[in-house]
């Protein structure tokens, strides 16, 4: 619109339009409201490249595209604890794997709503109410599942060889459909963890590059 009435106005007076930088300079900014204007504003209130990164994350956090991400993330919690209430007594090689699973599934739902809660209040607050706008619960129940998860893992890898599925009658016996769904639901993570680390590396580098530049 800014860049419509410049050439409107310099055609009423006779002289040529302005020029693309002319017309960039009288451009109205981003608004805040917008995800890139927050990211702007963040970038322009940071005191360096980690404590961006940090308020992107929060801002990002509060996004509406990761709040869907997240109810779609909700779907695999409920996948666990079905499995493993369905073969909860299907693995007496590992008894802990369908509970594992269902434990599990129960604080990543916990877990996945408080994140949604507190995206959508952080939005609505700002300075110091923001920052105190409590993930206490939050984060006791993400270091419960930190633990519960290498407990998984024992669990789980340490009967990837001792299993089998062709006899129910004797003890290391374990459902396949369980065990493979415990296991890759572990192995998964890994990659996951795996890609994001290799995106925060390639971001960290983008950025490194581009301050040498400026």
Same mark, same amino acid.
């Given at each position: ?10 055609a009423?007076?006779?002289?040529a339009p302005p020029s ?8 109205p ?6 995800l ?9 209130n940071s005191?360096?490249n980690?404590d961006?990164?940090k308020t992107?994350c ?17 779907a695999i919690?409920?996948?666990?604890i079905a499995?493993?209430?369905?073969y909860l007594h299907?693995c007496?090689?590992e008894?802990?794997?369908?509970i594992?699973?269902?434990?599990a599934g129960?604080?990543? *739902? @916990?877990?996945?709503? +408080?994140?949604? %809660?507190?995206?959508? &209040? ?8 923001? =920052?105190k706008?409590?993930?206490g619960?939050?984060q006791?129940i993400n270091?419960?599942l930190?633990?519960?998860?290498i407990?998984?893992n024992?669990w789980v890898y340490?009967?990837y060889?001792?299993?089998q ?8 016996f374990?459902?396949p459909?369980l065990?493979y769904?415990?296991f890759w639901?572990?192995t998964?993570?890994? *990659? @996951?963890?795996?890609? +994001?680390?290799v %995106?925060c590396?390639? &971001? ?8 040498? =530049?400026?």
């Amino acid at each position: 619109m800014a860049t419509e009435g410049a050439e409107l106005k310099a055609a009423e007076a006779g002289a040529a339009p302005p020029s693309y930088v002319e017309a960039k300079d009288v451009a109205p900014p981003p608004s805040y409201d917008s995800l890139f204007g927050q990211l702007k504003q963040a970038k322009e209130n940071s005191d360096g490249n980690v404590d961006f990164v940090k308020t992107c994350c929060g801002i990002l956090v509060g996004s509406v595209a990761c709040t869907v991400c997240l109810g779609i993330f909700l779907a695999i919690p409920i996948a666990m604890i079905a499995v493993g209430a369905t073969y909860l007594h299907d693995c007496p090689a590992e008894r802990m794997i369908p509970i594992y699973l269902i434990v599990a599934g129960v604080f990543n *739902i @916990v877990s996945n709503i +408080l994140m949604i %809660i507190r995206g959508k &209040v952080n939005k609505r607050k700002e300075g110091e109410e923001e =920052k105190k706008s409590g993930a206490g619960p939050e984060q006791l129940i993400n270091c419960f599942l930190f633990a519960w998860f290498i407990a998984g893992n024992v669990w789980v890898y340490r009967t990837y060889d001792a299993w089998q599925s062709s006899n129910s009658m004797l003890d290391n016996f374990c459902d396949p459909t369980l065990y493979y769904f415990s296991f890759w639901i572990i192995t998964s993570t890994y *990659i @996951v963890l795996g890609v +994001l680390l290799v %995106i925060c590396l390639a &971001v960290c580098i983008c950025m490194c590059i581009c301050g040498k =530049k400026e």
